[in-house]
């Protein structure tokens, strides 16, 4: 990461829309979403969800890395879970989140005290300064409307050899069918602009606009009844009981070879 990058040339204020919105021609509709499941998405933040996000996202992704001093632009951020853990390892970050959900938005605010803009990661964004790094967690399976323009977009957020770090749904995953399926009757999802995603793709997506550092390819029962509890509708007091064997569990599990076994993928790319 580049941290001699000249400083933002303008100030920059929290309470600002990156990309104005109110057009509803062209509206993403993850956007009208986002906002009627807002409230329900908070269940992905339990305590138990917390332990497996330290453990199987959050620990690949920032392991050998040091974040401190640099800017962090926390993409599709949410209430801000992310930069949290983020800070709780690099004190010194200075994280920024970026939502389509305007209540994401006011919540990550709340919760940090930090910037936080809302807008849409398929068209560009501009909030005057460039980032050392990008994170998203789960975000860009949320924008395949357009995930070559979703790139652009986070390839311009970032200084030059900045880092994305990203943990993203497979669908090289053996049961991608059915997950395919789940995404079409279930309301917690929008089928018609969400689904998993191919790593591969989505590298050659970014054309050479990205170098990936490395990937791995994780996952096992605990992805599905800890970390998506919610949508399978798990009883918050059984979830509590199944959490420390299906921790376990995954941890032998995530040992094995190979990508077809994993339902998800964290990756850790660097901008050219």
Request: hydrophobic content about 40%; some cysteine; glycine content about 8%.
């Amino acid at each position: 990461m580049n941290a001699d990058y000249p400083p933002a040339r303008r100030p920059i204020s929290p309470e600002r829309i990156a990309v104005p919105m109110s057009d509803a021609s062209t509206a993403n509709p993850q956007k009208a979403h986002y906002e009627a499941v807002h409230d329900a998405y908070q269940e992905y933040y339990d305590p138990e969800s917390m332990v497996y996000r330290e453990r199987f996202i959050y620990g690949p992704l920032l392991e050998g890395l040091d974040l401190d001093d640099k800017d962090v632009a926390d993409l599709a951020c949410g209430s801000g879970v992310t930069s949290k853990s983020i800070l709780s390892r690099f004190p010194r970050a200075r994280t920024c989140g970026f939502d389509i959900s305007a209540r994401g938005c006011a919540d990550y605010r709340a919760a940090l005290g930090r910037p936080a803009y809302e807008a849409d990661l398929t068209k560009p964004v501009d909030v005057g300064q460039r980032f050392d790094a990008a994170i998203i967690i789960g975000g860009l399976h949320h924008c395949v409307i357009d995930l070559p323009g979703t790139l652009r977009t986070i390839r311009d957020l970032l200084n030059p050899g900045g880092l994305l770090l990203m943990m993203e749904p497979s669908d090289d995953f053996v049961l991608a069918g059915a997950r395919r399926l789940w995404y079409r009757f279930d309301r917690y999802f929008d089928a018609d602009t969400e689904h998993a995603l191919s790593h591969r793709e989505v590298l050659k997506a970014a054309g050479g606009d990205f170098a990936m550092r490395d990937v791995k390819y994780l996952g096992g029962p605990g992805y599905f009844f800890i970390l998506n509890s919610m949508v399978f509708r798990l009883p918050r007091a059984v979830k509590q009981v199944v959490t420390g064997p299906l921790l376990l569990t995954d941890r032998l599990y995530c040992c094995l070879p190979g990508a077809f076994l994993f339902p998800y993928f964290v990756a850790r790319w660097q901008r050219a």
